[in-house]
């Protein structure tokens, strides 16, 4: 073996060790070396089986993948030292041992660029309590583990490593062992990509891949931990996660996507935590949670994309799942949770482009959904069965078609929650089916509002149906209790105002009355259970009229100064009105956009005259509501692809039939944004501002200069919008009367010599890009208000001038008396 020289080099701070030298084989060379040593090998493989018990650094003379190690059976690389190895190749064949072990207590060795293709029980077996570092190492193992480690102390930490192929797990960590891998990559694994298992046992993944694995991608069983950041788990023939026996995981900002079967299945009582991720493009179910104690938590996360016709999110046999700020799509089913204790809560997600249901209640299940939306779905909410229900607050349903179903006994709360543009029923709630309804409405829809069958005892409080094709409310028989509830079908009592809107002329004919009762129990059944239907519905009062525009104006020239806006909002106005009347002569009507930008600086009134703008258009019956729903970039950009869309979607749904207005809409379109989503958020708004014309008024406000850069964000943008206002900056005297209202509405007084120093210190006022206009006269005021309080409360005995009065001494800056 002479042309398998190993050259030892002595440590150059050694001055006792014998000399420097070359020796026949490795076994050789590690005995002559001392610690600190370097063991330089040239080229060849070494049929030997290599032990380092020394803290010596072991490297290949002429680079990477040219000296070998491939003994004919054992173990062919035993490290029990702090030991350096470098570019090696390991490769050994014994299906009874490891092809590299790393054992002894608090061992720290080092592996670096090394290659172990064997076909060994294990590729690399840490335990004992071995504490290495491997970097840029690869393990191909068809025949058996990639990595093993075992035991308590034991712990690895893998940089840029691979696992190539293994016959078993790419990665097990048992026994209390710990692994840490950064950049990572694990692949043609069987079983699992990596495998926890046992108390103690916790690995935390960075950065990392999992893909092509017979199996499930991570599995954690019997206690083990782990916490996968900025992680992909794909194209697995499993599960992407399988949990059991009280594991648990904590998933951030990772992917899992192209599955067979389920993004992640948990039973046991483990415990799985989702942040920021995205599961989509499932077999089965994005999560599906089993059992009693066993708990998923979803943040911020995307679910959608199933190939196959399961519901996305299972929770059965009394186990529980909590959404917040989550986006489902692009699903067959979104979310079922059967059977008694199991349970879901979910709040602030959305559910859209559901085939089937998008929530789905049964067996004694319970759910709590808090202002979540659905969009577009076949069922929006069915509670199916005796013991299902649960209690949902502010939320929205839209584009379905039935939205809330109740049946069999089914009990649900519903609060100030919308449904929206049902092709069916917008609540149906038959079958023995109760259900609370407290506050809520259901408009646009092609069906009857509350259809309510079999007698159901359904409770509907303050509820409200207006614009459904069939009827408000259809009790077809006594059972329900409605209280409060108002729709647009029903006829106003003798000598009332004429009920305004579009199903008016309807409610005009003699038979109205009848007709607005939304209670037709029909020609069948009793005589008594007839008139205890109708007696129902009768409750049932009309929809009360907005304020007269006359109000809304009367307000809007109430404010100060803004006499151009007041101009423009009432040549707007005009218009309207003219072109309503036109249309009523049957002559052409000027074809107006309404939606407006508005440009000025904060606080000269956008927000107010925007508020009033709405109502007026309702009171004209352009507008179903009139209502404002105010928003931000905040509240528009998502931090995912897509949830942009999703947001902008949401926020102009809640402003249908009123006002929509996006304050600092420039923030949308930034100068350096070429990737910024916010123009995904222009793009989505300005197809909604196009296929909803008629139900939704924008109003787009900013700086100028800034809302010029927005409007040419997209070509469609500066069309959509009929025109600019332009809020002028207060002048020192109309702040002056903005502080007096203040006062008048406080029950304050300026004295005289107070007016004429608060003009001074409006008047002296820097008028900067931060200047904030009658916010500016309000802070001031509610300052005089402190240091009048200041100085007041150590009068002994206050009059009520002086409870009252304003001096010169309360202005910001004055000194105290």
């Not at 196959?308 to 979104?334: F, I, K, M, N, Q």
């Not at 509670?383 to 069999?408: M, N, P, Q, Y």
């Not at 000598?495 to 009355?513: F, I, K, W």
């Not at 040549?571 to 309404?594: F, N």
Request: hydrophobic share 40%.
């Amino acid at each position: 073996m002479a042309e398998h020289r190993v050259r030892v080099t002595q440590d150059s701070a050694s001055r006792w060790r014998r000399r420097a030298g070359e020796y026949d084989t490795l076994a050789e060379a590690l005995a002559a070396a001392e610690p600190g040593d370097t063991v330089t090998v040239r080229p060849g493989t070494f049929r030997e089986n290599v032990l380092l018990d020394k803290p010596v650094t072991i490297v290949p003379a002429q680079g990477p993948g040219t000296v070998r190690i491939d003994p004919p059976s054992g173990v062919a690389l035993t490290v029990t030292a702090d030991a350096i190895v470098r570019d090696l190749v390991v490769e050994g064949g014994d299906s009874s041992t490891p092809a590299v072990l790393i054992t002894g207590p608090q061992t720290a060795p080092s592996l670096s660029g090394c290659r172990i293709e064997t076909r060994s029980a294990t590729g690399i077996e840490i335990t004992d309590g071995a504490r290495p570092t491997l970097r840029g190492c690869v393990v191909a193992n068809p025949a058996g583990l990639g990595l093993r480690l075992r035991g308590p102390g034991t712990a690895a930490a893998l940089e840029d490593c691979e696992v190539a192929a293994a016959g078993q797990a790419g990665l097990a960590v048992l026994g209390g062992a710990t692994a840490a891998l950064d950049r990572c990559r694990v692949h043609h694994a069987v079983g699992a990509g990596v495998l926890l298992s046992d108390p103690g046992s916790a690995a935390e993944l960075t950065g990392c891949e999992i893909y092509e694995i017979r199996g499930s991608g991570v599995q954690a069983e019997s206690q083990a931990r782990g916490r996968l950041v900025d992680c992909e788990i794909h194209r697995v023939t499993g599960n992407g996660l399988t949990l059991d026996g009280e594991a648990e995981l904590v998933l951030t900002g990772c992917r899992v996507h192209d599955l067979p079967e389920n993004g992640a299945d948990l039973r046991g009582r483990s415990r799985l935590s989702l942040n920021h991720s995205t599961v989509r493009d499932f077999g089965r179910g994005a999560l599906s949670v089993w059992d009693q104690g066993t708990e998923a938590v979803a943040e911020s996360c995307q679910i959608h994309g199933s190939t196959g016709e399961y519901p996305a999110l299972w929770v059965s046999d009394g186990a529980r799942l909590t959404l917040t700020d989550c986006s489902l799509y692009d699903l067959p089913d979104a979310l079922f949770v059967l059977d008694r204790d199991s349970a879901a809560t979910a709040a602030d997600c959305s559910f859209s482009r559901i085939r089937s249901s998008a929530v789905s209640v049964s067996g004694g299940a319970a759910v709590t959904l808090t202002g979540c939306r659905v969009q577009e779905a076949g069922t929006g909410l069915w509670f199916r069965d005796h013991g299902s229900g649960g209690l949902l607050t502010g939320c929205e349903i839209s584009d379905v078609a039935t939205g809330v179903i109740v049946t069999k006994g089914a009990d649900p709360v519903l609060r100030d929650c919308t449904v929206r543009a049902s092709t069916d029923a917008g609540v149906y709630v038959s079958a023995q089916g109760r259900g609370t309804f407290e506050d809520c409405r259901v408009s646009h829809g092609k069906g009857f509002g509350f259809h309510i069958i079999d007698g159901c005892r359904t409770q509907l409080t303050r509820c409200r149906a207006e614009q459904n094709e069939r009827a408000g409310f259809e009790f077809s028989e006594p059972g329900p209790v409605a209280e409060g509830c108002t729709s647009d079908d029903v006829a106003p009592a003798a000598g009332a105002a004429e009920v305004p809107g579009p199903r008016a002329a309807q409610l005009a004919s003699a038979s109205a009355p009848l007709a607005g009762m939304a209670g037709r129990a029909g020609a069948a059944g009793t005589a008594a259970a007839t008139s205890a239907a109708s007696a129902a519905t009768s409750a049932i009062a009309p929809i009360p009229d907005c304020r007269p525009a006359d109000e809304a104006l009367a307000e809007l020239d109430a404010l100060v100064g803004l006499a151009t806006v007041k101009q423009e909002v009432r040549t707007l106005i005009d218009l309207i009105s003219v072109g309503k009347r036109r249309r009523q002569a049957g002559l052409k009507a000027p074809s107006l956009r309404r939606h407006l930008v508005f440009t000025g600086a904060p606080g000269t009134g956008k927000t107010t005259v925007a508020r009033l703008y709405g109502e007026i258009l309702a009171s004209l019956g352009v507008l179903q509501r009139g209502h404002l729903v105010e928003v931000a970039r905040v509240d528009l950009v998502g931090e995912h692809i897509g949830s942009t869309a999703i947001r902008t979607a949401a926020a102009f749904d809640r402003a249908r039939g009123g006002v929509l207005f996006i304050d600092e809409a420039y923030a949308l379109a930034p100068e350096d944004g070429a990737r910024d989503f916010g123009r995904e958020a222009i793009d989505t708004l300005v197809k909604l501002m196009e296929d909803h014309r008629d139900e939704v008024v924008v109003i787009v406000a900013g700086y100028t200069l800034e809302m010029e850069r927005f409007l040419s964000a997209n070509p469609g943008v500066s069309s959509r919008f009929s025109r600019t206002v332009t809020f002028p900056d207060y002048t020192a005297d109309e702040l002056l009367e903005i502080a007096r209202a203040q006062c008048a509405e406080h029950e304050y007084a300026l004295a005289e010599a107070t007016e004429g120093v608060l003009l001074d210190h409006f008047a002296r006022l820097e008028r900067g890009p931060n200047f904030g206009n009658g916010r500016t006269a309000r802070q001031v005021f509610e300052t005089m208000v402190e240091r009048h309080a200041m100085r007041v409360a150590h009068l002994a005995d206050p009059s009520t001038e002086e409870l009252q009065l304003l001096v010169p001494a309360d202005l910001p800056g004055a000194p105290l008396p």
